[in-house]
């Protein structure tokens, strides 16, 4: 089966990234992006062990999640709006990915205090510096960083990044080792230890995982070429 090969292909590769890395066996995640891709898919790739899936989009990820068996760990890798945020706790995602502004994040701090729980996200860092992308410049992410840290009901695991494409894996390096850097200096700053670190899509995961990433959002390269226009 396709998707179990696939699957086998990427879990050795990521245990080759860590060995050359001098990284303990098993310090990655492999979080597979299911968007577009039917429950069907999923099913086979949990039939093959995975528990760990991501989509990008709320409303998608809220019709797939409760025909999953309820072991599976969803985490929401897109970008969220704040007129959604409620519906985004209710639905208990263990990890918002791609918190990008404090706006965001004061609201799903007072959200998730209505609700009683403590909101667990990544910080989205802007990486590149493009004007049109989402995420905290690293300057804006420091800025805001004693506000952010202050929010009571909101847990900062970690950064994540989407760089801009790049012809080779190797073009990503620079970006996934920016965002390294940003972690070190935020843990520096203190007080979160900041143990995530969310880099690495399909085509680069095994750079990232040499750069440090502690979770890599593989997609394609697991369920094939997505068609989004079906
Ligand atoms: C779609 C998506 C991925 C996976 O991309 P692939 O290139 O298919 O691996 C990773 N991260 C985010 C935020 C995505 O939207």
Redesign the pocket.
Known sequence: MYIEDQLGEIRAAIRAAEARAGRPAGSVALLA?S?TFPVSDIMHAYDDGQRLF?E?RLQEAIEKMPQMPQDCEWHL??PLQRNKVRKALERGFALI??VDSVKLAEAISRIAGELGVVARVLLEVNVDGEESKHGFTPEGLQAAWDALVALPHMEIAGLMC?PAPTETPEGARPAFACLRGLAEALRARGPLPLPELSMG???DYAVAVEEGATIV?????IFGK?NYTS
């Open positions: 992006v968007k991501g990008n890798i897109g990915e791609a989407i899509m399909s085509h959002r593989v997609g394609s390269a997505r």
